[in-house]
């Protein structure tokens, strides 16, 4: 399968910014997710980016692709308590998605 | 309101013991996923079914098995043949095609004892 990539664990300050990133190979993905998983939890679709896109902004999140690097990032604005997670990068391969092995995101005050 | 369920949600299993997942979805969709999630290792698929009476094996088939009876229940059987079934389990789905986004249900935590 295709492999994603992503760095294990980030910690940041409440009221920073955090930035996550994401590395990919399959260059015919179509499209790409970020996912949050609270503990204990499912998968929760924070936002996705098609491929022919290079931003996409939705409130605090804001995504950017660089898609000659194969390289994606999620930033998150003003960072709250409640964004203390573990953050999933996908990509889509036909009928199926290749996920990250997650970022643990830890929001410190 | 519409969602996927699975349950249970705490299984344990007995050695040699074969147990089965349940996933329950009332979105109408009709394509479901089976993920294995293990720390530090992201989720890996098991299997998928893009409809009704039809599945395919995703990259860690071996020692699973599922059918596909009813568009609404994607059922995962943890055989015995698996040797190493401790992980968090979780089912999605996701109307039909290319792109289109996955619903995931909350989870089943299944252990050894």
């Known amino acids: 399968g295709e492999d994603v990539e992503q760095s294990l664990f980030l910690s940041v300050r409440e009221g920073d910014s955090s930035v996550i990133n994401c590395t990919y190979t399959?260059?015919?993905?179509?499209?790409l997710y970020w996912y949050k998983q609270e503990p204990g939890a499912g998968l929760q679709l924070l936002t996705y980016?098609?491929?022919?896109?290079d931003m996409k902004q939705d409130q605090r999140l804001t995504v950017l692709l660089n898609k000659k690097d194969k390289h994606l990032s999620l930033r998150i604005a003003d960072t709250q308590t409640g964004d203390s997670a573990i953050y999933f990068c996908?990509?889509?391969?036909?009928?199926?998605?290749?996920f990250g092995a997650g970022t643990t995101v830890t929001v410190r005050a | 309101d519409g969602g996927i369920t699975q349950s249970p949600k705490y299984l344990f299993r007995k050695e040699g013991q074969n147990v089965t997942l349940s996933c329950e979805q009332n979105?109408?969709?009709?394509?479901m996923y089976w993920y294995r999630q293990d720390p530090g290792q992201g989720l890996r698929l098991i299997y998928y079914?893009?409809?009704?009476?039809?599945?395919q094996k995703g990259d860690i088939a071996e020692g699973y098995s599922v059918s596909r009876e009813k568009k609404e229940s994607f059922p995962l059987t943890v055989t015995s043949a698996q040797k190493n079934p401790t992980a968090f389990y979780l089912c999605?789905?996701?109307?039909?095609?290319?792109?289109?986004?996955?619903?995931f249900g909350d989870g089943t935590r299944l252990s050894i004892l």
């Open positions: 999605a789905s996701t109307p039909s095609g290319l792109g289109q986004t996955q619903h």
């Open positions: 399959d260059s015919s993905s179509t499209y």
């Open positions: 980016i098609f491929s022919n896109m």
């Open positions: 996908a990509e889509s391969d036909d009928y199926k998605l290749s």
């Open positions: 979105l109408n969709h009709d394509a």
């Open positions: 079914s893009q409809i009704v009476n039809d599945f």
